[in-house]
């Protein structure tokens, strides 16, 4: 069974633009999370999404925004970027939920804001 | 919201001695707690998790323990091999509805 996917895997961008990122879930799981990885915060939960519809969202500006797609797909956009912004951003699939369910990530891209 | 605390944040064992991370929560009515590995460009993997109906769940040369009563729970890993140097990250949550909290991870490095 193919693992989670995401693309691009690096990714640099400068101040201002916007970037959006792709995850392709493993086949079957219908729950797609993302995650900020930093060296200072750890990772930090963006939000969860189930059968296209947001289910919770973590603590992050509304620039950070997602959307599902109706096979599971997901992709994650960040507007007006931030020198802050950079990070690695993982995506993780399960089969019904972030909660109590494990969790299989992707590799992750590593966004660099310049 | 829940906050889980771990340490330490490095840790460096001989290989075939033992390794411990702790970690703790604030949020009294999470009842998952997995632990994952992450390797050098790869993302978290699970390597073993319980619920809080149990004290202590052991998968060969990994276990872990946990106290809802002081809300902190541990990963012990015995034998320790070369290939068990990666991050470690604790975790909390509730079972149904609410994210994974992660803690800020242990680096553990395992020297032949």
């Known amino acids: 069974k193919a693992g989670v996917t995401q693309t691009p895997r690096y990714l640099i961008k400068t101040r201002g633009q916007q970037v959006t990122l792709s995850c392709s879930p493993i086949?079957?799981?219908?729950?797609v999370s993302w995650y900020q990885q930093t060296p200072g915060q750890g990772l930090q939960f963006l939000f969860e999404?189930?059968?296209?519809?947001?289910?919770n969202k973590g603590n992050f500006p509304g620039r950070f925004s997602g959307r599902q797609f109706s096979n599971s797909r997901s992709e994650m956009n960040v507007s007006t970027l931030e020198l802050g912004d950079s990070a690695l951003y993982l995506c993780?699939?399960?089969?019904?939920?972030?909660?109590?369910?494990?969790?299989?990530f992707g590799p992750g891209t590593r966004l660099t804001v310049l | 919201g829940e906050n889980v605390e771990q340490h330490p944040s490095t840790l460096s064992v001989q290989e075939g001695d033992s390794a411990v991370i702790k970690c703790t929560y604030s949020?009294?009515?999470?009842?998952?707690f997995p632990w994952y590995k992450q390797e050098l460009g790869k993302g978290p993997q699970l390597i073993i998790d319980?619920?809080?109906?149990?004290g202590e769940k052991k998968d060969q040369r990994i276990a872990v323990t946990l106290n809802k009563t002081a809300k902190h729970f541990s990963l012990h890993i015995t034998e320790t091999q070369p290939e068990d140097s990666a991050v470690y990250f604790c975790?909390?949550?509730?079972?149904?509805?609410?994210?994974?909290?992660f803690g800020k991870g242990t680096s553990l490095l395992v020297t032949p």
């Open positions: 949020d009294s009515a999470s009842n998952y």
């Open positions: 975790a909390a949550s509730r079972l149904s509805g609410y994210a994974l909290n």
């Open positions: 999404y189930f059968s296209e519809t947001q289910r």
């Open positions: 086949s079957g799981h219908r729950s």
């Open positions: 319980i619920r809080s109906n149990v």
């Open positions: 993780a699939s399960s089969l019904a939920g972030v909660s109590g369910n494990e969790q299989f």
